[in-house]
């Protein structure tokens, strides 16, 4: 778990909690320990994290980005920071193109993220990217965490879509006062 700080308590905390394998320290040791990094930085300073752990310790990486470009300056809700010609996904891709980046995860809440289970019946989530065998390594990861038949959007720019979902998620956690929800696409 990296941080812009090696002593961040949060991080010690969560690694304490999660047994011998659970490490934290600033974003360049995370970036520079994992085979696959994960990018759930704030997504208005995303480029900033990552710049922070280091453009070498992500070359050649499989980089899943959860982030969302989520604006608060204005208070609630959140505005996106861009969106319909371009994404953060992308933005990441641009400047670290040595990177693979996969965009997966952003369009529910962390909860059902890495727990499908905690909802009844079938529901989706999607990745997107590049690289294919990045994806195809997310994928796997993802069917770790109980994702039966994640949809692949294509290339990087899918994460324009991916990332526009979040006006309407947002509004539909003021409706169902849950976070625990999700979409389903039926053909
Ligand atoms: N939480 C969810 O359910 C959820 C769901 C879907 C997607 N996401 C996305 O996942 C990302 C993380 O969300 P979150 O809820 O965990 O918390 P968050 O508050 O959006 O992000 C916290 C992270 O951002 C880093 N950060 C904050 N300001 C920074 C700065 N100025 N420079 C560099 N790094 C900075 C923090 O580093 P420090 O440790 O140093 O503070 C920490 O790693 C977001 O993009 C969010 O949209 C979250």
Redesign the pocket.
């Known amino acids: 778990m990296?941080?812009?700080?090696a002593q961040?308590p949060?991080?010690a905390e969560w690694a304490k909690a999660n047994g011998a394998k659970a490490s934290a320290g600033t974003f360049a040791d995370a970036a520079k320990f994992g085979d696959v990094v994960f990018n759930?930085?704030?997504?208005s300073?995303?480029l900033?994290?990552l710049k922070?752990a280091g453009a070498g310790n992500l070359g050649g990486k499989v980089l899943v980005d959860?982030?969302?470009p989520?604006d608060y300056s204005k208070g609630m809700p959140p505005t996106l920071t861009l969106c319909n010609t371009d994404s953060l996904g992308e933005q990441i891709q641009r400047a670290f193109p040595s990177a693979k980046v996969v965009k997966a995860?952003?369009t529910?809440?962390?909860e059902v993220?890495v727990n499908p289970g905690l909802l009844t019946g079938e529901h989706d989530t999607f990745v997107c990217g590049n690289d294919q065998q990045a994806k195809a390594e997310v994928v796997e990861i993802l069917r770790s965490f109980g994702w039966k038949s994640p949809i692949d959007l294509g290339d990087i720019t899918g994460a324009r879509g991916l990332e526009m979902v979040l006006p309407i998620w947002l509004r539909l956690l003021g409706t169902l006062k849950t976070?625990n929800f999700n979409f389903k696409v039926v053909k």
């Not at 990296?2 to 700080?5: E, P, Q």
């Not at 759930?40 to 997504?43: E, I, M, N, R, V």
């Open positions: 990296g941080s812009r700080t961040n949060k991080a759930c930085t704030a997504g300073v995303s900033e994290a922070l959860v982030a969302n989520l995860l952003n529910m809440g962390n993220m976070r």
